[in-house]
């Protein structure tokens, strides 16, 4: 088998590091508050069902016009026990000690001192340390800060704008003959949605083909139509948010989701119109397809994947092959430890790389016949420790400068099937799913996709067999579906700036030694 080179250790050059332990922020606690209180309004014709009131309090009826008041109570309450609102951007890194509360950890926490004892010690997290020793996984204060909290002015004027927009909703569906009721609202960072509980008779094919008038009665670019939302007798109206509220890398990092998910290779795939992270691990899939139109997120929805990837699997854990036809949006990575080869830039390249991944595939799978074993992890419970082998995640930047080698649309048909349990997986991007790029062999291996905003109806039946794609609000609004999601998930993907990215490599490049690269 080829060998994978492995990484050592080496001291560190650095400043104190002590991490500052993680805690649920006021703005977090604010976007449950705003968000938990938009379900309990009564717009125009609202249902009111699920009033969530305190234990210790009677529950009572919503009465007409209190949404306002719900959310100066909602408001008042987080604000009493909300810290100043100060700048953040460079708050150095404070020890656990100093920090009066701790959240629960996926793991517990140990301190970590880089020596060859600890070489080979894998899944460590975030603590302090004493001797000013560099900690992995890194300290979260690398990936920027939280979004800031909604204010209580701004809150106030988007409910107006959410009892205006349902009124609207109601009277365009009767003027078509449609009788409805709002059941309830959710609130994302990007989108609006509307539950909609049609008259007892009301075919659903009615109001499905409606996104354009709605569109035009509330003044807005676009509206999906969910009908119905999955698991509910509910029709869902989706329409752009009245402010579009940011969700940064470390948001998603910081949340209850990531720290309790299972996934060896957690995506962080973004957060739904209700407000729950979605993660996923990409072991399960085991593959991605990832299409979106320029400015539409799709370039940050990979660098936000890698970085989450690398910042809980160390060099020796994961190894990443990029191959990026434009030579521009993976040369932020050099350097990277976890990096097995240079970023690749051209098709030959690419192929040769490909090529590499096939046969690193037929020998694990050889290895775990013999072993008597079905998987990488399986296989990697029998070997030492200084023999496991890592696994591999191809990044492929844009698959449309690359598909039109017959070779290449070969190599990823055969590996796909069978790389997923050697720990071998694909993420694959493009600016064009048409089917000449995203063919009818590629998607039938690869299930799992998220599309960004697309040019055109067509291209996003291609990628998820609904038009949709083509009527999302871009800058990281996103359709998710695979095996799992019958329908697809609408999700806000994280922002990410590039100075975080070199910040990260630089830090994750002060901790391992650089690798020994191959060449394809």
């Given at each position: 088998m080829n060998s994978i080179p492995v990484p050592t250790l080496k001291p560190a050059e650095h400043e104190d590091d002590d991490y500052d332990g993680m805690q649920i922020s006021s703005s977090e606690k604010l976007m449950s508050a705003f968000d938990r209180t938009l379900e309990t309004l009564p717009p125009p014709q609202l249902d009111q069902d699920d009033h969530e009131e305190e234990?210790?309090?009677?529950?009572k009826p919503v009465s007409e016009g209190s949404a306002i008041d719900i959310i100066d109570n909602a408001l008042a309450i987080i604000n009493s026990t909300a810290p100043d609102n100060a700048d953040?951007?460079?708050k150095p890194l404070q020890s656990r000690d100093q920090r009066g509360q701790k959240r629960t950890r996926r793991r517990p926490l140990q301190p970590v001192t880089?020596?060859?004892?600890?070489?080979?010690?894998?899944n460590y997290n975030v603590t302090d340390n004493a001797g000013n020793e560099p900690v992995f996984p890194p300290p979260l204060d690398l990936f920027g800060n939280l979004s800031k909290p909604v204010k209580d002015k701004d809150s106030k004027e988007i409910m107006k704008i959410i009892e205006k927009q349902g009124k609207a909703i109601i009277l365009t569906l009767k003027n078509f003959s449609i009788s409805a009721s709002v059941a309830g609202t959710s609130l994302g960072p990007s989108v609006l949605q509307y539950q909609l509980e049609l008259a007892p008779g009301t075919k659903v094919s009615r109001i499905s083909g409606l996104g354009e008038e709605l569109a035009m009665a509330l003044a807005v670019t676009s509206v999906r139509i969910e009908a119905p939302i999955l698991g509910t007798h509910y029709v869902g109206v989706e329409l752009p948010a009245p402010e579009r509220r940011p969700v940064t890398f470390r948001d998603i990092l910081e949340s209850q989701e990531f720290e309790e998910s299972t996934a060896h290779l957690p995506l962080p795939l973004g957060v739904q119109i209700d407000g729950k992270i979605f993660v996923q691990g990409l072991e399960v899939m085991p593959h991605m397809i990832v299409a979106g139109s320029s400015g539409s997120g799709k370039s940050n929805f990979l660098n936000s994947c890698i970085l989450s990837m690398c910042s809980v699997r160390r060099p020796d854990e994961l190894k990443l092959i990029l191959i990026d036809p434009g030579?521009?949006?993976?040369?932020?990575?050099?350097?990277?430890p976890h990096l097995l080869s240079a970023p690749v830039n051209d098709v030959d390249g690419a192929l040769k790389a490909l090529q590499w991944a096939y046969t690193e595939m037929e020998e694990r799978t050889?290895?775990?016949?013999?072993?008597?074993?079905?998987?990488?992890a399986a296989y990697n419970r029998k070997l030492p420790k200084d023999e496991r082998l890592p696994e591999i995640v191809i990044v492929i930047e844009e698959l449309a400068d690359l598909i039109y080698s017959e070779d290449i649309e070969s190599l990823i048909v055969r590996l796909a099937p069978k790389s997923g349990p050697a720990g071998i997986y694909m993420m694959l991007a493009t600016q064009r799913p048409s089917p000449d790029v995203v063919t009818t062999l590629v998607k039938s291996n690869i299930p799992a996709r998220a599309a960004f905003t697309l040019?055109?109806?067509?291209d996003s039946k291609n990628m998820i067999n609904i038009p949709d794609a083509s009527e999302l609000t871009g800058k990281g609004d996103m359709l998710f579906r695979n095996t799992n999601t019958p329908q697809p998930v609408r999700l806000q993907t994280a922002y990410i700036e590039e100075d975080r990215i070199s910040d990260f490599v630089d830090y994750m490049s002060s901790i391992f030694d650089a690798p020994e690269l191959m060449k394809f």
């Amino acid at each position: 088998m080829n060998s994978i080179p492995v990484p050592t250790l080496k001291p560190a050059e650095h400043e104190d590091d002590d991490y500052d332990g993680m805690q649920i922020s006021s703005s977090e606690k604010l976007m449950s508050a705003f968000d938990r209180t938009l379900e309990t309004l009564p717009p125009p014709q609202l249902d009111q069902d699920d009033h969530e009131e305190e234990p210790e309090k009677p529950s009572k009826p919503v009465s007409e016009g209190s949404a306002i008041d719900i959310i100066d109570n909602a408001l008042a309450i987080i604000n009493s026990t909300a810290p100043d609102n100060a700048d953040t951007k460079k708050k150095p890194l404070q020890s656990r000690d100093q920090r009066g509360q701790k959240r629960t950890r996926r793991r517990p926490l140990q301190p970590v001192t880089f020596t060859e004892d600890t070489q080979e010690t894998a899944n460590y997290n975030v603590t302090d340390n004493a001797g000013n020793e560099p900690v992995f996984p890194p300290p979260l204060d690398l990936f920027g800060n939280l979004s800031k909290p909604v204010k209580d002015k701004d809150s106030k004027e988007i409910m107006k704008i959410i009892e205006k927009q349902g009124k609207a909703i109601i009277l365009t569906l009767k003027n078509f003959s449609i009788s409805a009721s709002v059941a309830g609202t959710s609130l994302g960072p990007s989108v609006l949605q509307y539950q909609l509980e049609l008259a007892p008779g009301t075919k659903v094919s009615r109001i499905s083909g409606l996104g354009e008038e709605l569109a035009m009665a509330l003044a807005v670019t676009s509206v999906r139509i969910e009908a119905p939302i999955l698991g509910t007798h509910y029709v869902g109206v989706e329409l752009p948010a009245p402010e579009r509220r940011p969700v940064t890398f470390r948001d998603i990092l910081e949340s209850q989701e990531f720290e309790e998910s299972t996934a060896h290779l957690p995506l962080p795939l973004g957060v739904q119109i209700d407000g729950k992270i979605f993660v996923q691990g990409l072991e399960v899939m085991p593959h991605m397809i990832v299409a979106g139109s320029s400015g539409s997120g799709k370039s940050n929805f990979l660098n936000s994947c890698i970085l989450s990837m690398c910042s809980v699997r160390r060099p020796d854990e994961l190894k990443l092959i990029l191959i990026d036809p434009g030579h521009v949006e993976f040369a932020v990575y050099d350097g990277l430890p976890h990096l097995l080869s240079a970023p690749v830039n051209d098709v030959d390249g690419a192929l040769k790389a490909l090529q590499w991944a096939y046969t690193e595939m037929e020998e694990r799978t050889s290895n775990f016949a013999r072993s008597k074993v079905r998987n990488l992890a399986a296989y990697n419970r029998k070997l030492p420790k200084d023999e496991r082998l890592p696994e591999i995640v191809i990044v492929i930047e844009e698959l449309a400068d690359l598909i039109y080698s017959e070779d290449i649309e070969s190599l990823i048909v055969r590996l796909a099937p069978k790389s997923g349990p050697a720990g071998i997986y694909m993420m694959l991007a493009t600016q064009r799913p048409s089917p000449d790029v995203v063919t009818t062999l590629v998607k039938s291996n690869i299930p799992a996709r998220a599309a960004f905003t697309l040019s055109s109806p067509a291209d996003s039946k291609n990628m998820i067999n609904i038009p949709d794609a083509s009527e999302l609000t871009g800058k990281g609004d996103m359709l998710f579906r695979n095996t799992n999601t019958p329908q697809p998930v609408r999700l806000q993907t994280a922002y990410i700036e590039e100075d975080r990215i070199s910040d990260f490599v630089d830090y994750m490049s002060s901790i391992f030694d650089a690798p020994e690269l191959m060449k394809f």
